[in-house]
């Protein structure tokens, strides 16, 4: 059937989990979709549900009984259509959200996409109070907030970052809340920074969406967390899904001397003699720092795999986390740099041990 006006159809379903985090992103763009006269309907919860431009109820009935079918390729899957041109089909919650992104008006590369998870499905379950935009080097990042004091403190770390952001459909990557007296900050469902003061709070915002920006020539980002002990003194990396646990420990590991980096990627680049070198904005100045990386924390395999040594599967772990898409040679420099790095194997609650003891200073 022809359409009017941009629309897309989404099938989804209330036991996928990309599927509430699409009809929370949907929420938060509400405004948006309005704006640029577009309309997204969603089918296969009950009743259909329409957001952005209004459509007649007998174009709802009829979208809906036509377009059904999409779901039986998963969901979230959808069909856009537009005026005079052929009819999509796309799949996937990156695809669809790149649909919803090009639907008003914008180009999908120029918007940060990240794949939920089911901790982050909880997280940004409840609505929020609105969704502000920040630029990292001409992409979109959405910040999405809850409470007055948290609308105020997204605002400001967005308007630091310039005015050529994407003001299209954005989903959200960050969530700004406050509850009771702690200023909580999240990355999916990633909890990567507490605090009682709402201008670190800002600083952690804009230092996040600062992490968004490309890396330099030399640099490769991991999927990983990085802390530092003292002021450039050395730095050791950790699996990505750990950081909740150490945030939510954040005094004890001060009280050792060792600071949780919020950035959203580990950025490292060559030392003069080859060494991994952590790059990060100075707590003092903000200006880029370099970090000796002395070690990994890391999970103890768990499958045995009986005639391959635990450390090449550790180092192929670790190179693993270098985010793709990434040159050959960027991956080999990795695989060299990491080589001779210690790797401490054991739990969460292990390295937690470790690190505020002192058996951490041998490092």
Do not use: K
């Not at 060559?270 to 060494?275: K, L, M, R």
């Amino acid at each position: 059937m022809s359409a009017s006006h941009p629309v897309l159809v989404v099938a989804s379903s209330p036991d996928c989990g990309y599927c509430r985090q699409l009809q929370t992103d949907l929420a938060a763009n509400r405004q948006t979709l309005t704006h640029r006269g577009a309309s997204v309907l969603v089918v296969g919860e009950g009743s259909p549900t329409v957001w952005g431009a209004a459509l007649e109820p007998a174009q709802v009935e009829e979208l809906t009984v036509t377009y059904a079918n999409p779901g039986r390729l998963g969901t979230p899957s959808a069909v856009r259509l537009s005026p005079g041109g052929a009819h999509r089909v796309v799949r996937g919650f990156e695809a669809v959200t790149a649909a919803l992104v090009e639907l008003c008006g914008s180009q999908p590369g120029r918007v940060v996409c990240e794949v939920p998870t089911s901790c982050s499905v909880g997280v940004n379950g409840t609505p929020v109070d609105a969704l502000v935009i920040a630029q990292a080097d001409g992409r979109a990042v959405g910040i999405a907030a809850r409470g007055e004091g948290a609308v105020r403190v997204a605002t400001l770390a967005a308007s630091g970052t310039g005015t050529n952001a994407v003001r299209g459909y954005v989903p959200v990557t960050l969530l700004v809340e406050r509850p009771r007296n702690l200023w909580l900050v999240f990355r999916g469902g990633e909890l990567v920074a507490r605090s009682r003061s709402a201008n670190e709070t800002l600083d952690t915002l804009r230092r996040i969406v600062a992490g968004f920006e490309p890396p330099g020539a030399q640099q490769v980002r991991l999927m990983c967390g990085a802390l530092v002990q003292g002021e450039g003194g050395r730095a050791l990396l950790f699996p990505r899904n750990w950081m909740s646990y150490l945030v939510e420990r954040n005094s004890s590991l001060a009280r050792a001397g060792w600071r949780l980096c919020p950035d959203p990627f580990a950025r490292l680049e060559p030392g003069p003699d080859g060494a991994p070198l952590l790059s990060h904005p100075s707590r003092a100045s903000g200006s880029p720092q370099r970090t000796p990386v002395v070690g990994v924390l890391a999970p103890r395999p768990t499958v045995p795999m009986p005639g391959r040594p635990i450390r090449a599967r550790l180092l192929t772990q670790i190179v693993n986390w270098v985010v793709r898409p990434v040159s050959p040679e960027h991956v080999r420099a990795v695989c060299a740099s990491v080589a001779d790095l210690p790797v401490h194997l054991g739990t969460q609650e292990e390295a937690l041990a470790f690190l505020t003891h002192p058996p951490a200073a041998a490092w």
